[in-house]
């Protein structure tokens, strides 16, 4: 038994994002055979939460088909990590991803809400900044209104801020330092100075994924993030019927002038499915725009996400749909959609090289 006998049994091992053998995408950095104990060592392109378990199972048995008795140890490192030059307070975050709308109305803020716990509950650090200066949802979707932000001031006078946490998810918000029924009355320069703030005094540490959850439109703010900020790509949702289409066009067009990679369409509010006939979908806004949309600009489809109750009373109640496994297809949906965006940002990570971190898996 020999490291290249080993190598023989791990060739028909993919990668199930890349459907490539990990061979050829550079994964395998080393095999080791000491008398019955193997050990191999792979570099995965991060985020490699959702991949990690299962091409660490895949490995382990290709091994046990050709050697039963042998003892396997694998071991995982990440690669692809964030070459950008970043803000200090940026410096720890791995993925900075933009969840966008052409319009509002479309679920932007809930689906953001629920993408982030997904992820957490991935065992992915991960931070959620409202972006809508105007009217900041996250604190009441979070179960978290009327609470305060915690800041501090340092010794040469400068404010920093420190997130406020919730399931798993660092939430920063405008509405943390606003009355509840107060209004944000600013122009456009100070609609940019605010979220300015919120982005370069926030203290976010170490994070995979930081989700930015812009106001609709393309307006100062996303023109502020996309020019400070080495955004890993842009999520646009939209609904099935051509008046929100119309918008969502604009918002790829925007993204694509400003050289931020769009990861994908999610269409939200896809169809109905009655509870007293779960075999029955009803496509009350139209049927198929957001695959349509993605087709037309050459960008993936992500996932349909149906039309529930549970995902406005998990809004409303500061309990979010995707902490609820009972919650049937809607649940599934924004499991399936987060996957996929993660599995995007591998895609469009793994044209970049960095230094591997061991992680346990």
């Known amino acids: 038994m020999t490291s290249a006998d080993i190598l023989a049994c791990l060739a028909n091992v993919i990668d199930p994002d890349f459907q490539r053998p990990l061979a050829e995408t550079g994964a395998i950095h080393d095999v080791r055979v000491d008398g019955n104990t193997i050990q191999v060592f792979l570099e995965l392109v991060q985020p490699i939460h959702w991949v990690a378990r299962e091409i660490n199972s895949a490995c382990a048995s290709a091994i046990a088909q050709r050697y039963p008795q042998a003892e396997v140890e694998i071991f995982v490192r990440e690669r692809g990590l964030p070459d950008a030059v970043r803000s200090k307070s940026l410096a ?31 065992g992915a650090s991960v931070g959620l900044l409202d972006a809508d200066i105007y009217g900041p949802s996250q604190p009441t979707m979070y179960g978290m209104a009327g609470e305060g932000m915690k800041a501090e001031k340092t010794e040469d006078g400068k404010i920093i801020g420190y997130p406020n946490e919730r399931y798993g998810v660092k939430i920063a918000s405008i509405g943390f330092v606003m009355q509840r029924d107060q209004a944000a009355i600013l122009r456009g320069p100070m609609l940019a100075g605010y979220f300015t703030t919120l982005v370069d005094q926030m203290q976010w540490g170490d994070l995979d994924f930081l989700v930015f959850d812009l106001p609709p439109g393309t307006g100062d703010i996303q023109l ?71 087709k037309e600009f050459d960008v993936p489809f992500l996932g349909e996400i149906p039309i529930d109750a549970s995902v406005r009373e998990g809004s409303d109640n500061g309990f979010p749909v995707a902490l609820n496994p009972d919650a049937g297809a809607v649940y599934d949906a924004f499991q399936s959609v987060a996957s996929n965006i993660v599995s995007q940002i591998r895609k469009r990570n793994a044209a970049h090289t960095s230094s591997p971190v061991t992680i346990t898996i």
């Not at 993204?255 to 029955?280: A, C, Q, T, W």
């Open 224 to 294: 502020t993030l996309t020019q400070k900020i080495p955004l890993t790509g842009a999520v646009v949702i939209t609904t099935p019927q051509e008046i929100a289409l119309a918008d969502v066009r604009r918002s790829i067009q925007m993204f694509r002038k400003v050289n931020v990679e769009v990861l994908g369409v999610v269409e939200n509010m896809s169809f109905f499915v009655p509870p007293d006939n779960l075999d029955r979908r009803y496509y009350i806004f139209g049927r198929g725009g957001g695959t349509a949309v993605a």
């Open 92 to 122: 720890g975050v791995r993925n900075l991803i933009a969840v966008a709308s052409g319009k509002g109305g479309v679920g932007k803020s809930s689906v953001a809400a629920n993408l982030a716990i997904v992820m957490a509950q991935k």
